[in-house]
């Protein structure tokens, strides 16, 4: 079986992600994330028929067993300032972060 996840393809994503990995455990990770791969193309691979609605534990959402949605109301968190005096680099009260490369994988 050919790894989707090779191990050049790891690495990238280990340095977007800004990991530092043992290589014992990085490995093991890249091995761990391709049998994940695995599993995701099984399932798949199972039909599923178009008119089958979204479903938790089996159960499909009807107004009878789905909650009400709850209203979203903002808030500051009371520990903003002391979390942005942590940030590296500011910009207009914003944490600056690294732009990530768009380019290709493989």
């Known amino acids: 079986m ?3 996840i090779s191990v050049d393809v790891f690495k990238r994503l ?3 992600a ?7 455990e990085s490995e093991y ?7 994940q791969m695995v599993s995701v193309e099984v399932l798949e691979s199972i ?13 499909p959402y ?5 909650p009400v949605p709850r209203e979203d109301v ?3 968190d009371p520990h903003r300032e002391d979390i942005l005096k942590q940030a590296p ?5 914003y944490i600056v972060v690294p732009d990530i490369s768009h380019e290709e994988l493989d």
């Open 18 to 24: 800004s990991l530092e990995l043992p290589e014992g």
């Open 74 to 76: 903002t808030r500051q």
């Open 29 to 35: 990770l890249r091995k761990e994330l391709n049998n």
């Open 47 to 59: 039909p599923v028929d178009a008119e089958t609605g979204t479903a938790a534990h089996g159960i």
């Open 89 to 93: 680099e500011l910009e207009d009260g």
């Open 14 to 16: 280990v340095d977007l």
């Open 2 to 4: 050919t790894d989707k």
């Open 62 to 66: 009807t107004a009878m067993n789905s």
